[in-house]
């Protein structure tokens, strides 16, 4: 007697919710990274206690055509890649398929999105993974994601939960960070009608820099731009007389992506060197880019680790162009002065 069978799609949904859906946070980064896949310009987020009970977000953006909106939510279904070969020049945030079909079933969903200018667009409600309804719906172009009641159906989950306090900070960090990320892109985020970040778009980095870290920081960065054969970077670093406590005040982008890179940040540290205190960090914001085939980003399902191809090369790029940068400042610090 055969004992080995396949899952339905139901089950193998709520076990992929379980590694792309930690927390409401991820269901926040998944949306917002969609709305900026999708093009938008503006992307705003609504949540009420840190997330668990309501995330809001709406974009600008492409919209969802409505014979591909039941589509999206399939397992792997995905607009991003169509082949194997994709897997290696991945240009956009998102390339997996994974995270509707993962956050529609282990909450209630209700998306309404339109691809034109005509007012005609779609609505869908999902709950538990169970499509309600799928029904023409008045729309603008863009897409209006609700989450409601994360993982009601998943109480283990539930109540793993930490305080609303806790949810909301990882919210909000991920926001600065998408912010810092893409400055071209218009945000806001509000938690139980309190607005927490505000950034104009347009491209200016310093001003979403003053709205996440306030004009105090924002007067205290140097310009950072260089290049290489493979490598361009841009950003600002802060000046050694600037530290924080917090070493998560650094932030490193590649092609549009936040990452986490623990041999970035000992580059950054290094370019330093003697220039800061023991125990103090700078206030830093890295953007790079480079082919897309010299970075993997399938590592991880949340996406937030990478491997570079290149990474010794990286690694000595990063820390040559901090140090050169700091060092002007340094012997020069009439430009300091200036300020
Ligand atoms: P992925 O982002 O990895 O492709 P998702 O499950 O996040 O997978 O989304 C599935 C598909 O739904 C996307 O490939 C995209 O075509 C569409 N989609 C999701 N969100 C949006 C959005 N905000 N605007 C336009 N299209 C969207
Ligand atoms: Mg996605």
Not at 70 to 82: L, N
Not at 98 to 126: F, N, Q, Y
Request: hydrophobic fraction near 40%; charged fraction near 25%.
């Amino acid at each position: 007697m055969a004992k080995i069978k396949v899952l339905d799609e139901h089950i193998a949904n709520q076990i992929a919710a379980g590694e792309v859906v930690e927390r409401p946070a991820s269901v926040v980064k998944e949306l917002v990274e969609n709305a900026i896949d999708a093009g938008a310009t503006k992307v705003d987020v609504w949540t009420e206690e840190g997330g668990l009970s309501s995330i809001r977000v709406t974009d600008n953006g492409s919209g969802i055509d409505p014979e591909d909106c039941e589509t999206a939510f399939y397992r792997h279904a995905t607009s991003k890649i169509s082949g194997g070969r994709d897997l290696f020049q991945i240009t956009s945030l998102g390339f997996r398929g994974e995270a509707l079909p993962s956050i529609a079933s282990v909450s209630k969903v209700e998306v309404v999105t339109a691809c034109g200018e005509d007012g005609a667009g779609r609505r869908l409600v999902i709950e538990g993974g169970t499509l309600k309804s799928n029904e023409d719906a008045p729309a603008s172009r863009g897409t209006d994601f609700r989450v409601k009641e994360l993982f009601y159906n998943t109480p283990a989950r539930l109540k793993y939960m930490k305080t609303v306090q806790t949810e909301l900070g990882h919210i909000s960090d991920y926001m600065y960070r998408m912010a810092l990320s893409h400055p071209e892109v218009a945000f806001t985020l509000r938690h139980n009608g309190n607005s927490l970040l505000q950034t104009l778009g347009g491209g200016d980095l310093l001003q979403v820099i003053a709205a996440v870290y306030g004009t105090t920081s924002a007067k205290a960065m140097i310009e950072l731009e260089g290049e290489s054969l493979d490598f361009a970077v841009s950003g600002f670093v802060s000046l050694p007389d600037f530290t924080r406590s917090n070493r998560s005040a650094i932030t490193t982008v590649v092609n549009g992506r936040y990452i986490r890179s623990h041999v970035l940040n000992q580059a950054i540290m290094r370019a330093y060197h003697t220039l800061l205190p023991v125990g103090r960090h700078p206030l830093v914001v890295l953007r790079l880019v480079m082919h897309p085939s010299l970075v993997d980003v399938n590592v991880h399902p949340a996406k937030l680790e990478v491997r570079f191809s290149k990474e010794a090369e990286l690694v000595a790029f990063v820390e040559e162009k901090i140090r050169a940068v700091l060092s002007h400042e340094v012997l020069i610090p009439k430009a300091v002065n200036q300020r």
